[in-house]
């Protein structure tokens, strides 16, 4: 009996640590150290380096933003995650956000200009025609999106939703004289979860206490002409936030939504995946802690 009672004795000091530690503005600051000269090589599935380094905070609408630089910078908008590669960020009394609005419109255009660009090569391909340029279309993005991107709340709970992003984007497509194509109105509504703790490894070293979030993506659509079509399958990503150092991985399978949202087309693109793990960093300290 007396065992017991210390276990659970155990169990309750735990879980106060625990929701002290997340539940106060101030601690959960240490998941995200931005020090000047602090920086991060990240190296994906196939060998390329991301390194991140901490710059000066930068004010936007009268709010001060934690910054950072990206080496390489973004030149394929097609491959920016904007979970991992804020260019600013904020730490406030209820929520973590990145400030990714302009960002987020320029990736989802660019995803759609690549499926659109695949979508007329893939009609050349099987059409029956012996005018492969009559598939040539002209196409129009629009896209709408929040300015921030919700990357987790204060205080921290495990295994509750909240909505992290919306997108709205608008496609057009028709032929060089206007005639044909049609419009496709994609709705994204993505969530965000904290699924628990992990101890996580990676090159740069074993880092516990990771926080597990994941973050899922629903689509709707609506086209016009109207079909029946079912939505693409969600994408997810999911970070790994060790304390006192940051992101130390990253995954990613994202889905394209165009091309797997035309029922007519013989096949189902294959989604993209992106892996990404910490394989050296420096955390410098901070002068305001001492």
């Known amino acids: 009996m007396l065992k017991r009672f210390r276990n659970v004795i155990t169990l309750l000091l735990v879980f106060s640590f625990t929701a002290g530690l997340l539940g106060d503005e101030s601690k959960i600051v240490q998941y995200f150290p ?16 991301l390194t991140r380094r901490a710059v000066e905070d930068e004010e936007v609408a009268e709010k001060t933003y934690h910054a950072f630089s990206y080496e390489p910078t973004v030149e394929d908008w097609t491959g920016y995650a ?33 499926e659109i660009k695949a979508l007329i090569e893939t009609l050349k391909r099987i059409a029956p025609t012996e005018d492969p340029s009559s598939f040539d279309m002209d196409h129009d993005v629009k896209v709408e999106a929040l300015d921030n991107f919700q990357l ?43 699924l628990g703790k992990e101890t996580v490894e990676t090159p740069a070293g074993t880092f516990e206490d990771c926080l597990k979030i994941e973050y899922k993506t629903k689509t709707e659509i609506l086209l016009s002409p109207p079909t029946e079509t079912d939505p693409p399958g969600e994408s997810i990503t999911t970070l790994w936030l060790a304390p006192n150092v940051g992101i130390v991985k990253f995954h990613r399978k994202v889905e394209d939504m165009l091309l797997n949202s035309i029922p007519e087309l013989p096949f189902k693109s294959a989604p993209t995946i992106k892996t990404l793990e910490l394989t050296k960093y420096k955390i410098e300290p901070d002068d305001s802690e001492e």
């Open 34 to 49: 931005n020090t000047l000269g602090s920086y991060w090589v990240y190296k994906d599935q196939d060998g390329n380096e």
């Open 152 to 194: 987790l709340p204060i205080p921290v709970t495990f295994n509750e939703e909240w909505d992290a992003m919306r997108i709205k984007a608008t496609v057009t497509l028709s032929d060089p004289e206007g005639e044909g194509g049609g419009v496709a109105h994609f709705t994204i509504s993505e969530t965000g979860n904290v």
């Open 82 to 114: 904007y979970h991992l590669q804020p260019f600013l960020y904020q730490i406030g009394k209820e929520k973590v956000s990145f400030l990714v609005g302009d960002e987020v419109k320029k990736t989802v255009k660019a995803r759609f200009a690549k």
